[in-house]
């Protein structure tokens, strides 16, 4: 059973649009929350991260929010560009045994 | 060069044979992983090891074997393969910067078909 429930599975946004993708976990022991970005025919490279005693981290048009009492965290991808296509992971870390699991992952498509 | 490769990148096997997927890192890192990645189930964890004399299980293990023949070699076995193993398999290297950093840095994949 998947430690970090992620959603949507995939999403059609249009150039210029924000994309939105959700992830919501269980295990109170976690105490880092990366975003993985893959590209099609390519390793997951990471995209931006956050830490539970911040609500919120801004990297460029990539934004993590971050609801501990929900524990709910979502990616925000400002003025989607179709450079921007691509499957993206949310993650958690345990904080004892420092493994990471992962979301189903979310395919984003940006159409021009 | 990559800084994390996998050999090989295809391989079409059949159900029972024997087959080892390699990684190795040019990184320094001592953190190295393996993950199967499938469709509507993410990446999943099979084994990892955090320096050379540990290894560990992961979420998936069964079916799996690993050698972590060096700090930069960390090598997949499966011992008699069958179909459900049929998957996309990273390897990943991190390097330990603390509680605030972990990122982990992912190999081409390799793409492994049992028939």
Redesign the interface.
């Known amino acids: 059973q ?1 430690q970090v429930k ?1 959603s949507p ?1 995939s999403l059609i946004v249009q150039k210029g649009g924000i994309s939105i993708i959700n992830c919501a976990y269980e295990n109170t022991a976690f ?2 929350f ?1 975003w ?1 970005q893959q590209f099609p ?6 995209l931006i ?1 956050i ?1 539970p005693d911040v609500s919120e981290k801004k990297e460029g048009r990539f934004t993590i929010s971050f609801n501990k009492s929900a524990k709910q965290f979502s990616l925000h991808i400002m003025d989607s560009q179709p450079g921007d296509s691509a499957t993206y ?1 949310c993650a958690a ?1 345990g ?1 004892n045994d ?8 979310t395919t984003v498509t940006v159409r021009a | 060069d990559a800084d994390v490769t996998q050999t090989p990148r295809n391989r079409i096997t059949k159900t029972g044979k024997r087959i080892m997927l390699e990684c190795s890192q040019t990184k320094g890192h001592d953190r190295m992983y393996w993950y199967r990645q499938d469709p509507g189930l993410g990446l999943r964890l099979i084994y990892y090891s955090f320096d050379v004399k540990d290894i560990n299980k992961g979420e998936i293990s069964d079916g799996y074997s690993v050698s972590r023949q060096a700090q930069a070699k960390f090598s997949l076995s499966l011992e008699s393969a069958i179909p459900n193993q049929t998957a996309l398999y990273f390897c990943a290297t991190s390097d330990w910067g603390g509680s605030s950093t972990d990122t982990q840095y992912f190999g081409p994949g390799t793409r492994l078909t049992v028939l």
Do not use: V
Not at chain 1, 41 to 46: C, E, I, R
Not at chain 1, 98 to 105: D, I, W
């Open positions: 998947q992620q599975q105490d880092y990366p993985y025919g390519k390793g997951p490279a990471l991260a830490r992971f870390r904080s420092y493994k990471l699991s992962f979301g189903a992952g």
